[in-house]
């Protein structure tokens, strides 16, 4: 569980890191060892262009890869993913075959959950863990390499990046996709047609948010 080199030299990783990886040897955890860094690993600093909250790994084994809000292939829409698709086709005409977005992640979006693990079958077992310091310091990372365009679905992602968007950053503030909020503010919301359009603006390549580009 070595941190991701472009991100090592963060304070989160000399300080509550090390507290943290202690306590999760000998655990089984989900996403597991070898996705905990995921989001990190896939997305530098250098190739953030949007960030996208998410609160805990998924907690049924199989589910969580590592990436807030995807899952493994194969694996059925949980239903929040399900309403972000629905809220997709609705805005852009079409969404993802199925719930691995991997292709967001290698297009520079940083889908990073504010605790990185979790015990199977116990949300939240781990969000007082200390891993809330390591999203604000990505992001804080991540503005040295531009203007960012951020997501954020819900109170506790609101919460947690308060006061880090910046004038020149996009800041899109809905409710969760989740079935108990999404038809308060979720639905109808446009965020994907709206990311492009300021991405459009400042000359910047879109993203294919669909994965149909390859």
């Keep these: 569980m070595k941190p991701p ?6 304070h989160f990783f000399d300080s509550e890191w090390p507290v943290i990886r202690d306590r999760l040897l000998g655990l089984e955890f989900l996403p597991g060892p070898q996705a ?26 199989g589910h969580a890869d590592g990436l807030a809000f ?20 609705a805005d852009i005409g ?3 075959d199925e719930g691995d977005l991997s292709h967001w992640a290698r297009q520079g979006v940083l889908m990073l959950n504010t605790s990185l693990s979790v015990l199977p079958g116990a949300a939240g077992a781990h969000a007082k863990w200390g891993w809330a310091r390591l999203a604000s310091e990505a992001v804080s990372e991540a503005q040295k390499h531009g203007p960012l ?20 950053d996009l800041l899109i503030e809905t409710a969760h996709p989740s079935p108990l909020s999404a038809r ?14 300021w991405l459009r603006d400042q000359g910047r390549t879109p993203i294919d948010w669909t994965g149909q580009s390859g």
């Design 5 to 10: 080199a472009n991100w090592a030299h963060l």
């Design 36 to 61: 905990i860094f995921r989001a990190l690993e896939m997305t530098p600093p250098s190739q953030v262009r949007v960030v996208i909250l998410g609160q805990d790994p998924y907690p049924t084994p």
């Design 70 to 89: 995807s899952v493994t292939k194969g694996t059925p829409l949980p239903r929040s993913l399900n309403n972000i698709f629905k809220e997709m086709r």
């Design 94 to 96: 079409e969404a993802p």
């Design 149 to 168: 365009a951020y997501i954020l679905w819900g109170n506790h992602a609101q919460k947690a990046l308060a006061g880090l968007p910046r004038p020149e």
């Design 184 to 197: 308060r503010g979720f639905f109808g919301s446009r965020p994907f047609s709206r990311v492009n359009d």
